[in-house]
DNA sequence: CGTGCGCTTGACTTTTTTCAATAAAGGTGG
DNA sequence: CCACCTTTATTGAAAAAAGTCAAGCGCACG
């Protein structure tokens, strides 16, 4: 009673479930299996079979794919309440890509065809469900915009910009992954990003001190992440 | 009746609708527009509100970003019976890309808010939906892998080979797209693929006459794709 | 106190794009 | 059916962007 009290407000707190009758929030709980991971840990890997999908609960992970010689591309960096590899729940059986925990994590597995039944008995989870894809669709085409038609500057300054505005509140930003992680969610190598970094700070457009960095020039930044301007 | 039996029919052929009941497939005719566009026609733009999605019924289009220098990345080619434009009826009202037929085409529109009630009402059709985008989120983690993760040869050798597998009847290849359009389909520019169409053809990897291409050497073009070899 | 990992920088190579010119192809109207 | 004109495709030379290889620094953690 104790332990299905706690995994009823972790599941009545994710996002993907709000709005939900009480009972099936319940019924959520029946089939849900509790999971960590520690820090580096893999979670499930390409190709894998699928046999449900997770939500981060605590601690923070990556989706990404990576090439025979080790390059990486990270398609998505998860905190907690976020869902993640869903895909074979409803297509196919295989993981599109890996995750791996990029801290010690906490998180929650609803086995498949458990939840498929839970999402045919109840519009509101489907709704809830199609919400999810269509906006994890949106980001896709916004990384493929980035990856194609945007250099790692601009990309780079997309993300700062990303950043500032979650961060709103601090005068100075904090990265919140390693420089090498932010170069594999750019598209990029450490040493491009390295490279590019010191150009923004010879620019005056930013000024960094470890993972700090402080934005000196939101305009220029908006102009490079948009393509109308490019750096010197 | 004459009319609605014609669009029940079209209705019923089409993939994302399979399975479902025939009164449910009537109440989609109640509420689905028939729609036409010429060649070059836009179907709709970035941004622009999604009152609804489509479905194609005949001819061809294709869905792409465009940059402000005007380059273009295309993130999916649309043939008969299948759906696009269906992020917004999920999620945040507006396109994440832009539509274009590419040959005269005729659609099928189905208006949001009508569409969401049969969803909500009808588990099959949800299910069916969220496969939809699901698959559709595969393919753009794949074009994302590509992008990132490989050089053009290697995106032409995989797309070379995505076509032989779908025209695996004939011994010759036919691009079912003009080249200047492959080139915005795998993230580059005419030249590029010119040069490396010609150097592929220089290594006796394929030969080319206009439009259609005979593969001469699919194990390379294998090792090409998945990173394995680089094009000397 | 060292060892390792993340980060930075330099020199060099490779890949891709840009710009420009030309050639080929396809459709239209005479 | 042909001539014309627009679009599409090809090629060369040069520039730019990003990646590779290698070395060195600094900081954290055992």
Same mark, same amino acid.
Request: glycine share 8%; net charge positive.
């Given at each position: 009673m104790e332990k299905s009290g706690a995994l009823a407000s972790l599941i009545s707190g994710i996002p993907l479930f709000h709005g939900l009758p009480r009972q099936q929030q319940e019924d959520l709980a029946k089939i849900v299996l509790e999971q960590a991971f520690k820090r580096g840990q893999a979670i499930f890997s390409e190709g894998d079979e699928g046999a449900g999908f997770y939500v981060l609960i605590s601690g923070r992970a990556k989706v990404f794919k990576l090439s025979p010689e080790g390059k990486e591309q990270i398609l998505h960096i998860l905190g907690p309440g976020e869902p993640f590899g869903e895909v074979p729940v409803f297509a196919g059986e295989h993981f599109p890509a890996s995750a791996e925990a990029l801290a010690d994590c906490r998180s929650l597995f609803f086995p498949r065809s458990a939840f498929i039944d839970l999402v045919r008995k109840n519009p509101s989870l489907a709704m809830n469900m199609l919400a999810v894809l269509s906006r994890r669709l949106r980001r896709f085409a916004s990384l493929v915009e980035d990856l194609s038609l945007k250099?790692?500057? $601009?990309?780079?300054? !997309?993300?700062?910009?990303?950043?500032? $505005?979650?961060? =709103?509140? !601090? =005068?100075?930003? #904090?990265?919140?992954?390693?420089? #090498?992680?932010?170069? !594999?969610?750019? $598209?990029?190598?450490?040493?491009?990003?390295?490279?590019?970094? #010191?150009?923004? #700070?010879?620019?005056?457009?930013? =000024?960094?001190? $470890?993972?700090?960095?402080?934005?000196?020039?939101?305009?220029v930044l908006e102009e490079l992440a948009s393509g109308e301007r490019r750096l010197s």
């Amino acid at each position: 009673m104790e332990k299905s009290g706690a995994l009823a407000s972790l599941i009545s707190g994710i996002p993907l479930f709000h709005g939900l009758p009480r009972q099936q929030q319940e019924d959520l709980a029946k089939i849900v299996l509790e999971q960590a991971f520690k820090r580096g840990q893999a979670i499930f890997s390409e190709g894998d079979e699928g046999a449900g999908f997770y939500v981060l609960i605590s601690g923070r992970a990556k989706v990404f794919k990576l090439s025979p010689e080790g390059k990486e591309q990270i398609l998505h960096i998860l905190g907690p309440g976020e869902p993640f590899g869903e895909v074979p729940v409803f297509a196919g059986e295989h993981f599109p890509a890996s995750a791996e925990a990029l801290a010690d994590c906490r998180s929650l597995f609803f086995p498949r065809s458990a939840f498929i039944d839970l999402v045919r008995k109840n519009p509101s989870l489907a709704m809830n469900m199609l919400a999810v894809l269509s906006r994890r669709l949106r980001r896709f085409a916004s990384l493929v915009e980035d990856l194609s038609l945007k250099e790692v500057p $601009g990309r780079l300054a !997309a993300y700062l910009l990303y950043l500032k $505005g979650r961060q =709103k509140q !601090a =005068k100075e930003l #904090t990265l919140d992954i390693s420089k #090498t992680q932010l170069s !594999a969610l750019l $598209g990029t190598i450490p040493e491009t990003l390295s490279r590019i970094l #010191t150009r923004m #700070t010879r620019e005056k457009l930013i =000024k960094l001190s $470890g993972r700090r960095i402080q934005v000196l020039n939101p305009a220029v930044l908006e102009e490079l992440a948009s393509g109308e301007r490019r750096l010197s």
